[in-house]
């Protein structure tokens, strides 16, 4: 699936995971490929992408959102601490 992860200064990464586990309002949530089309709020907290390279890139978020549709996942942030 692909991957982007976007602040309102630019773009802060993109690219093929496996893997995206995200800090939900309620709780964390990982996502996977083909995972059912979703819309949520994230709150402060870690990001961890496991890249299909076996990497894994992890990002602090200060709030937003992510949109998972068609393999295609969006996170929206307000700030990244690398």
């Not at 939900?24 to 402060?44: C, D, M, Q, R, W």
Request: hydrophobic share 40%.
């Amino acid at each position: 699936m692909n991957v982007v992860v976007l602040t309102p200064d630019g773009e802060v990464y993109q690219g093929s995971a496996s893997s995206v586990k995200v800090p939900g309002t309620g709780g964390e949530f990982e996502i996977l490929k083909n995972h059912a089309p979703v819309v949520a709020s994230l709150g402060n907290g870690k990001v961890r992408i496991i890249t299909d390279s076996d990497g894994t890139k992890t990002f602090t978020i200060e709030k937003g959102f992510i949109e998972v549709l068609n393999n295609e996942v969006s996170v929206l942030v307000e700030g990244v601490n690398e």
